[in-house]
Structure formats: structure tokens, C-alpha cells
């Protein structure tokens, strides 16, 4: 059976905030932060991702043969190198990776931040009649 009624008139919301220009921008930025936080935390777990097959790649490079040629992937293609310039471009390739994380779980904190200011702002005037949540 359908789980749709009509409310009530004790349910209906009559105390209704207005929705100002200034209000309309508060939601439109924190729809934005939402979407930029989702899109850093997708490119934050593909780094992750990342940074574990270098970890993984170090470790074996480890065990390799010194006197061996290793292939090394760079860009799309993969060359043979010696294994002391692989193990420097894999601590070159980690560093790399290593700031790029930084710098997007930066960002991500302060989206966060912002979108929380907001939260809070956007709660105390409209209450249970606006839902910011996931």
C-alpha cells in the first residue's frame, strides 16, 4: 500500500521562516562545499589508493636485484631503469603524492569547516524545515 497522506493540520508547518536572498545564498553555498567535499574526498581516496601501490612497489624494489634493469611506469608507458634511479623516482613519485594528499585533505577540512558555519547558521533559523544532511 502507498505510504502517502495528507498531513494534518497540526502537522502542517504554518510558523515557516521566509527564505531570504541572503538565505538563498547561504544554501547555494553550502550545496556547492558539499559537492566540492565529495569530489576531494573521491580524489583523497584514489590518492590513497595510489600511495598504497607505491608503498606496495617500494617493497618490492626492495627485494629486487641490484645488477637488474626494473620497469617503471611513468605517465603510460614503462621504461627500463636501473634499480637505484627507480628507488629514487619511487621516493620522488611517493613526495609527490604525499603533498598532493596534504594539500586536497586541507581543503577538504576546510570545506568542512565552512559547510558547519553554515550548518549552523541555516539550522538556527529554519530548524527541522531544511535538511543539510548527506
Known sequence: MSSLRMLGKEEENDDAAEVTWEDQQRI?????????MRNLEEKLEELRQEKEALDD?????????????????VGEAFLHIPLP????????????????ISALSTSSEDCDTQMKALKVQ???KFGSAINLDD
Open 85 to 100: 634511479r627507480a628507488q629514487k623516482r619511487l621516493e620522488k613519485d611517493q613526495s609527490v603524492l604525499d603533498a598532493r
Open 28 to 36: 547555494n553555498s553550502f550545496s556547492k562545499l558539499n559537492t566540492r
Open 122 to 124: 541555516l539550522y538556527a
Open 57 to 73: 612497489l617500494s617493497t618490492e624494489l626492495e627485494l629486487a636485484d641490484e645488477d637488474e634493469a626494473v620497469l617503471y611506469k
